[in-house]
C-alpha cells in the first residue's frame, strides 16, 4: 500500500511540473521604469521606480511567492537556492491583487520597504546604468522572465510590444506614452483637464477665460435687452399712430388714391393723343379732387325732394277777364266801335 501511495504521488508530482511551468510561462515582465519624477505615485506620496507584471493567458494564476531581482549573480546555477533568494526580493502571500485574471496587469514599487505594503519590494534600481530585471519561480530555481532595461531618460519607460520574450519586441516609451496598469498596446490619449492642468499649473488661463465668459455674458444681455427695448418702443409708437389715425380709413384713402391715379393716368393718355387737352388742368384738377376727398369736403345730399312755390295767377278774376276781352277786340282798327259801359243802355 506504501508502495503504491509512493509511486501515485511521484506520478502526480512529475505529471504537475509541465503543468506549471506552462502556467509559469503565461505571467511575464510588461513594463519597467527606472526615474520616476512625476509619473506614478504610491500611496505615501513617494516617486519609485517600477516593474509591471502581466499575465498574458485567459487563465487565473497567482504569482504570491515569485521573486524579483536585478542581481544577475542569481543566474549562476552553481548558486544555491538559500543564496539565490536571499538576493532576490518575494512577493507576498495574502494579498488579492496578486490573483491575476487572464489579461490582468499588477505594478510592484522597486527600491522600496516591503513593510509600506505588499506591492513594495526591496529590488535595487541604478538608473544610471542598464538594469537586468528578472523573475523567479516560487522555488527560486526557474527563470520565469527576464529584460535588460537600458539607461532611460525621467519618466520614461521600457515595455513590451508584444506576448513574447524577445528583445526586439521592447521599445522605449516617452513619458506621455507610459501606460503604468493598463496594456500597452493600448493607445491612451491625455483628456483635455489633464492637458489644461498641464499647461496652466497655476490657473491664471482659466481665471483669464472665466473672466473672458462672464464679460461676454453680460455683453450679450445688454445686446438682448437694447434691441428688445428698441422693439417695445417702436411697438408703443405704432400703437399710438394706429389710435390717432385709425388703420381703416387710411387703408380706404390709399385704394380711392390708386384708383383716382389710374383714372388719371387714363385721361391724360387720352388727352395727349388728342393732343388739344392741357395736361396742367388735368392735374390741377385732380389734385383739388384729392385735397377735397382728403379733407372730406364734397355734397352732401339729404335725399328730400323740395318744390319751391311759383304764384301764377291762375285763380285771379280780373286778370281772366282781361284775357277774355281782349279776345274780342277786332283786330282791324277800322271796325266800327262797339259802346261799352253807360253807353250799352
Keep these: 500500500m506504501n508502495k503504491f501511495a509512493f509511486l501515485l504521488g511521484s506520478l502526480l508530482t512529475f505529471a504537475s511540473q509541465p503543468m506549471l511551468a506552462q502556467m509559469d510561462a503565461s505571467i511575464k515582465l510588461n513594463e519597467v521604469m527606472t526615474q520616476n519624477a512625476t509619473s506614478l505615485i504610491d500611496e505615501y506620496g513617494a516617486h519609485n521606480a517600477w516593474v509591471e507584471i502581466a499575465n498574458i493567458s485567459h487563465s487565473t494564476y497567482n504569482i504570491r511567492g515569485m521573486y524579483l531581482t536585478t542581481d544577475r549573480s542569481v543566474l549562476d546555477k552553481k548558486m544555491s537556492v538559500p543564496e539565490r533568494v536571499r538576493r532576490m526580493s518575494k512577493i507576498a502571500n495574502g494579498d488579492e491583487r496578486t490573483n491575476l485574471s487572464g489579461r490582468e496587469l499588477i505594478v510592484f514599487q522597486l527600491g522600496s520597504q516591503p513593510a509600506q505594503g505588499s506591492l513594495h519590494l526591496s529590488v535595487k534600481v541604478n538608473a544610471t546604468a542598464p538594469t537586468w530585471v528578472g523573475l523567479y519561480n516560487g522555488n527560486a530555481t526557474q527563470l520565469i522572465d527576464s529584460v535588460t532595461v537600458p539607461v532611460l531618460g525621467v519618466d520614461q519607460s521600457y515595455a513590451r510590444i508584444a506576448n513574447n520574450g524577445t528583445a526586439a519586441d521592447w521599445e522605449i516609451k516617452s513619458a506621455d506614452r507610459v501606460t503604468p496598469g493598463i496594456q500597452n498596446q493600448l493607445i491612451v490619449s491625455e483628456s483635455k483637464v489633464e492637458k489644461f492642468k498641464r499647461e ?96 372730406d369736403i364734397h355734397d352732401v345730399e339729404s335725399g328730400v325732394i323740395t318744390i319751391a312755390p311759383k304764384n301764377t295767377d291762375w285763380d285771379d278774376e280780373y286778370s281772366q277777364m282781361t284775357h277774355l276781352h281782349e279776345a274780342f277786340i277786332p283786330a282791324n282798327h277800322n271796325a266800327p266801335n262797339i259802346p261799352t259801359g253807360p253807353e250799352l243802355k
Excluded at 203 to 228: D, Q, R
Excluded at 241 to 260: M, S
Excluded at 264 to 269: E, M, N, P, R, S
Design 200 to 295: 496652466d499649473p497655476h490657473g491664471f488661463g482659466m481665471a483669464l477665460m472665466a473672466m473672458g465668459i462672464v464679460f461676454f455674458c453680460l455683453a450679450l444681455l445688454w445686446i438682448t435687452f437694447s434691441l428688445f427695448g428698441m422693439v417695445m418702443r417702436h411697438m408703443d409708437t405704432a400703437k399710438k399712430v394706429a389710435n390717432t389715425q385709425p388703420i381703416k380709413p387710411i387703408t380706404k384713402t390709399v385704394e380711392k388714391t390708386i384708383e383716382v391715379g389710374h383714372k388719371t393716368g387714363v385721361i391724360l393718355k387720352e388727352g395727349l393723343d388728342t393732343k388739344g387737352i392741357d395736361k396742367e388742368v388735368y392735374m390741377a384738377v385732380i389734385g383739388m379732387a384729392l385735397r377735397q376727398y382728403e379733407d
